[in-house]
Each structure stands twice: as structure tokens, then as C-alpha cells.
């Protein structure tokens, strides 16, 4: 099991569990700037309760982890852009930016902190749970039975109220925190063999023509976040688009994938894969928007969803000229159909 000292002694164990950022909310609510998606250096120092010199030596000893972590300097034009974007009203020259992993890998690196070792706390229950927690087996094929709409809601409720009530028992708890964590993933566990057996029954229950639909997003949910990243890249390249990189790590500046269209415009994409009962929501769209639009100049902006989007959302990306890529949308195209502004 990964220990508190090795965390802050090793520059690859940090960098193994940059991805837990949930972690942060855990402990203590993170504000983020206008556009969503990253804070300043005052904002950090605030978060960990410390002065400003001691993010600033951190970011000066260890600026290469950072920066792969998602940290940037902005300065000029890039800096003008982002102040137009986000609405800051300052006359600084410079503003450094910090993403959620960015923060992470600051309380992984910042020892004189009681907030910052709370967040190393967390982030080794999760690694200690995520290691200890058994193989599943597949559920047996004769609860194909159970009715599907019954299994939606349960996992409904799951994931929205019984999840979320462990959360605040856990914050709350420290005796029993342990057995709470413990407890909580059990819940999510059967939650998620809940939304394998509604997948089944869904391809169980299709008509036989439609089946070859209903096998593509089956095989798309069993797929992890970078098994879909590289099926929609795989998308991409079937339709002509070139200079096709799934970018991924720390430095993905907001975006899941990078590519040329046919006629050489630029494209990025975001990706997320969520369970069909979820929807992205206008913030999601919203920060995508900052990626897309400034850090990239992105002349194509795809979001790529295995669920639905909100109307709100769908609203925002109409007219900031992103296309949505919703569910039934992405069957579609995944079975051969084009994208029309991909043409």
C-alpha cells in the first residue's frame, strides 16, 4: 500500500494518482475562476491555508511535475484572451493557473499544511480501497428477468442520494471513517454491476435487426476513459481526419483529442464516457468552451457523450458552435453514419 512519505517522496506515485481530484471537494470546497476550470496561486494558498511563498517556492522547486500536472504561466495575448473569457478584471502581466490536478499534486508536495495532508489522507483510502477491492464476477445471465426500468431507478438512487449521504458521513466521521469508505464502495460496486445487468437487458431485449446498434454502445460502456478516447479517435480517422492524437496526461490543456478535418480545419474533443442515466450539464459545456475556443482556437469543438445533454447545455453549445454528441447521435456514427460538420 502506498504511504503518506512515499507520496511526498516520489515524483511517480504522485503522478499515478493525479486523476483523483474528487479528493479535493472532500475535504474542502475549491473555488474556481469564471471559466470553470483552474484557479491563481492566491486561490490555492487559500485553499491549504499557507502564504503565498510557500505555493510559489513549491511551483519553483518542482515547475516540471507541475506542468505536467496542467500548470501554466500565461502571459501576452494568451493572457488577454483568457481575462476577456473568464471576465478578470486585473492589470497583472502574468497569471499563473492552476487545474484541479495541478492543485492535487500541490497537497501531494505540500508538507507544512493540515488541509493539504486531510487531501493525502483521502487519496490514500481511495488507492487502499481501489487496490484491496476483489475482481467481479459477471452477473449470472438468468437475472435477465429483472425488469430494466426497476434496475435504472435503483441505480438512479444509488448514485444520487445514497453515494452522496456516505460523502458527508465520511467528512464528518473520524473514528468510523474507515468503515465508512469501506462501506461506500460496496454501495458503488453494486451500483455499477446494476448498470452492467440494464446493458445486458437492453441487448437481450432489442429487436434482431436493431442489435448491431445495441452492441456498439454496449461495447462502448464496458469500455474506461481511454479505451473510448481512442474509439473516438478511431472515428475520426474513419472519417478523414488527420494529425488525429488522443492527448491525455496532465498536459491536455482541457481537451481529450486533437486532429485536422479533411480540409485542414482544426479540431478538438472532449470526451466523457457517463452511464446512460446521467446528462452533461451547461458547465461541462461551459469550461469545454474555454479550452476549446481559447487555450486552442479550435475551429471544430466536438463533445462526445455516452448520455444525454441537458437543454441548457444543449442551448450553450448551439450557440457557441460546439457540436453535441449525444447518445443516440454517437450510435450513429459509430455505426457509419457521418458527421455533418466534419464534412
Not at 114 to 141: F, G, H, S
Request: aromatic share 4%; proline share 3%.
Amino acid at each position: 500500500m502506498i504511504n503518506e512519505t512515499a507520496l511526498l517522496e516520489s515524483p511517480t506515485l504522485r503522478g499515478s494518482v493525479l486523476d483523483r481530484t474528487d479528493v479535493l471537494d472532500r475535504v474542502k470546497a475549491l473555488s474556481l475562476l469564471p471559466d470553470g476550470m483552474h484557479v491563481t496561486t492566491a486561490m490555492v494558498a487559500s485553499y491549504f491555508d499557507v502564504g503565498l511563498e510557500a505555493i510559489k517556492s513549491l511551483v519553483k522547486d518542482h515547475r516540471t511535475e507541475l506542468e505536467a500536472s496542467g500548470y501554466r504561466l500565461l502571459t501576452g495575448e494568451e493572457l488577454r484572451s483568457f481575462k476577456n473569457l473568464s471576465g478578470i478584471q486585473s492589470r497583472t502581466r502574468s497569471l499563473a493557473l492552476f487545474p484541479r490536478r495541478a492543485v492535487l499534486n500541490i497537497a501531494m508536495l505540500l508538507r507544512d499544511s493540515e488541509v493539504a495532508r486531510q487531501v493525502r489522507v483521502y487519496l490514500l483510502d481511495m488507492e487502499y480501497l481501489a487496490r484491496a477491492q476483489p475482481v467481479e464476477n459477471p452477473a449470472p445471465a438468468d437475472t435477465a428477468s429483472l425488469d430494466a426500468h426497476i434496475d435504472q431507478r435503483i441505480t438512479h438512487i444509488l448514485g444520487r442520494t445514497v453515494v452522496p449521504l456516505f460523502n458527508a458521513l465520511i467528512e464528518t466521521s473520524g473514528e468510523h471513517r474507515r468503515e465508512l469508505t469501506a462501506l461506500r464502495a460496496g454501495v458503488q460496486r453494486i451500483e455499477k454491476r446494476l448498470q452492467q445487468h440494464h446493458t445486458r437487458l437492453q441487448r437481450l431485449e432489442a429487436p434482431r435487426e436493431g442489435r448491431p446498434l445495441a452492441g456498439v454502445m454496449a461495447a462502448m460502456d464496458a469500455m474506461n476513459g481511454r479505451e473510448f478516447e481512442e474509439h473516438v479517435a478511431e472515428l475520426l480517422r474513419r472519417d478523414g481526419c488527420t494529425n488525429v492524437v488522443v492527448q491525455g496526461g496532465g498536459r491536455d490543456r482541457g481537451i481529450d483529442i486533437t486532429a485536422l478535418t479533411a480540409d485542414g480545419r482544426r479540431i478538438v474533443v472532449q470526451c466523457k464516457r457517463f452511464a446512460p442515466h446521467l446528462s452533461i450539464t451547461s458547465p461541462e459545456i461551459q469550461k469545454f468552451l474555454g479550452a476549446a475556443k481559447v487555450l486552442h482556437d479550435s475551429e471544430v469543438a466536438l463533445f462526445v457523450a455516452t448520455c444525454p445533454f441537458t437543454r441548457d447545455a444543449l442551448n450553450i453549445a448551439a450557440e457557441s458552435g460546439i457540436t453535441a454528441v449525444h447518445r443516440g447521435l454517437l450510435e450513429e456514427w459509430s455505426a457509419g453514419a457521418a458527421l455533418t460538420v466534419l464534412g
